[in-house]
Every structure is written in structure tokens, then in C-alpha cells.
């Protein structure tokens, strides 16, 4: 089988895996990212967070990245409102116990369509996509000890009657609230066949092995500086990047510089400011951003 037959072959198991796992906006992201290399690694990247048991469908479903309407939405919110007054709060100690400098805050929210230009213009995406692609080309030539291919052609995935996707099972709503249903995929790849009825064993086994190959850790030779699609920390509201400021309001750190955050100090000032926002955890630790701050509601 030539590389062009094995790189269809591999993009309809991608397709049949994420109907199998994902449902509404998370499902439909896919076809968006045109590279098939890098719409690899994305769900790769996807299906390595659902089967992180400190992660799983609760940390797509709660870092999701919203739309510009949510975000007017939300900023009407009591909880916005409470967001806001905690902010006011911890700048007023920081400018209080930093004479001369200005705490500011604010975020630039990444909408999805930002998301997915970040990914595929990431320097380590462009490194490491292609190498999980080779590997996925290994994987998809492997055969049983009788010849036959593990991965066999998926024919027709196409429901005649219902015109869905055979793989698309029972969670094909718009919710998100669907991926812990998908979270359920994680089964035993023997104990499959019998809960789903309408594929044949074998192909929905097959398909199983691929999720299986997806969950792999895979460490390529670039760096990704950028979350998968959809989950970067600023997609919702609730993320805030601070800024130190001089009293001229030019400003002596933002958004990047984590070394001399600290040997600043301002991380720590800005830790200790925090103390009076007891709705917000933080920093951001994974990448390393001593700004970064979440806002939680409920916390
Ligand atoms: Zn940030």
C-alpha cells in the first residue's frame, strides 16, 4: 500500500475515532485544521487529556474555548461582576505595597478560529506533526500473525437510514455534557462490540486500536508552546494575564518574560496580592506563566 492509500486509510480511522469519542463544536473542530499531520496531533492531543485520569472530559468540557457571544454573555454574569471587584481588590494591594508601579489586567480572548491559527503555525507543531504522522503510518501497516491487516478498511461509515456516521455513538448532541459519555469509550477494547450494536465487531475493534495507538505518549523533537485547539487557557473568561506598569503607564512586564517576573520580584508581589481574590488560583504553572490567574466562581 503506498503512502497516499495509507494516509486516507488514516484519515478515515481519525474520522471514525472522533465520532466515536467527541460530539458537537469538539467533534466538528477537526475537519477545520486542513493538514492531515497536524489534525493528527490535535486529537491526539484530545484524546491523551480525556484519558488523563487528573483530566479527562471534566477539563475539556470546563476550559472549552467559547464563543464571542458566550463571552458577552458572561460578561453580565454576577460571577463577571465578582471576577471584576476581586481584580480591583488585588490591584489596589499591589499598587499599595509597589509605590510607583501600576498593576493592569486583561486578556485578549482566543476564539476558536485564533486557536486553530496558533496550532498550525506553532514552530513545535510543525516539527512533531510530521514525525507522529510516520509513526501513525507504521501503525496503520501492522498486521496479525495471519496476514491480515489490523486496520482494515472501514467501508461504508455512512447510516443509509439516518445518514450519521456509523461511528458516531448515542451522544450526537450539541453538549458537551456528551463527553463523559465518551469518557465511557475507555472501556476494555473487548468488552466494545457488545454494547454497540450496529458496527460489526471487527471494524469497531479496529477503530478501538486506534484510540488505543492515539493515547500513546508521544514526545516529538520540537517544543509545543501552544494548548490543542479549543483549549487554550484563554478561550473563556475566566483566564487574566496581568501587567506591571511605571507610573508613566509604560509598561515593565506583560505577557511573556517569566525570568524576570521573577527575579523582579513581581511574582511574588502579585502572589501576595492575590491573597485578597479568593476566587482565583494560580499562576499558571504548565507553560510557565507567573502572570496567568484563573477566575472560578464556585471555588
Ligand atoms: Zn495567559
Redesign the pocket.
Known amino acids: 500500500m503506498g503512502t497516499k492509500a495509507n494516509d486516507l486509510l488514516i484519515g478515515h480511522y481519525l474520522d471514525a475515532a472522533r465520532f466515536m469519542l467527541f460530539a458537537g463544536e469538539i467533534r466538528d473542530l477537526f475537519p477545520r485544521i486542513k493538514a492531515l499531520d497536524q489534525r493528527l496531533l490535535a486529537l491526539h492531543r484530545f484524546v491523551h487529556v480525556l484519558s488523563d485520569p487528573d483530566r479527562g472530559a471534566a477539563f475539556i468540557a470546563d476550559r472549552w474555548v467559547w464563543s464571542k457571544d458566550e463571552v458577552s454573555d458572561w460578561e453580565t454574569t454576577p460571577a463577571h461582576a465578582l471576577q471584576a471587584s476581586e481584580i480591583a481588590q488585588v490591584i489596589k494591594k499591589f499598587n499599595d505595597a509597589n509605590p510607583g508601579h501600576r498593576l493592569k489586567a486583561g ?1 485578549e480572548h482566543r476564539d476558536l478560529g485564533d486557536q486553530i491559527w496558533g496550532w498550525t503555525h506553532n514552530a513545535g507543531v510543525k516539527t512533531n506533526a510530521p514525525e507522529y504522522l510516520t509513526k501513525a503510518r507504521v501503525e496503520i501497516k501492522r498486521k496479525a500473525k495471519d496476514g491480515t491487516p489490523r486496520y482494515p478498511d472501514l467501508g461504508d461509515v455512512i447510516d443509509p437510514v439516518t445518514g450519521q456516521h456509523a461511528f458516531q455513538i448515542g451522544h450526537g448532541g450539541p453538549d458537551l455534557v456528551a463527553l463523559s459519555a465518551a469518557a465511557l469509550l475507555f472501556w476494555p477494547a473487548a468488552l466494545l462490540p457488545a454494547t454497540i450494536g450496529l458496527i460489526e465487531a471487527e471494524r469497531f475493534q479496529a477503530v478501538a486500536r486506534f484510540i488505543e495507538f492515539l493515547k500513546k505518549r508521544f514526545k516529538g523533537s520540537g517544543t509545543i508552546t501552544v494548548a490543542a485547539p479549543g483549549l487554550s ?2 478561550g473563556t473568561g475566566r ?3 496581568f501587567r506591571v506598569h511605571d507610573r508613566s503607564g509604560k509598561k515593565l512586564h506583560g ?1 511573556g518574560g517569566a525570568a524576570n517576573w521573577r527575579s523582579s520580584g513581581f511574582a511574588a508581589q502579585l502572589k501576595a496580592a492575590m491573597a485578597v481574590a479568593p476566587h482565583f488560583h494560580g499562576p ?1 504553572t504548565a507553560p510557565d ?1 507567573p ?2 490567574y484563573f477566575f472560578d466562581p464556585d471555588a
Open positions: 486578556s487557557a484563554h483566564a487574566i494575564d505577557a499558571l506563566e502572570w496567568h
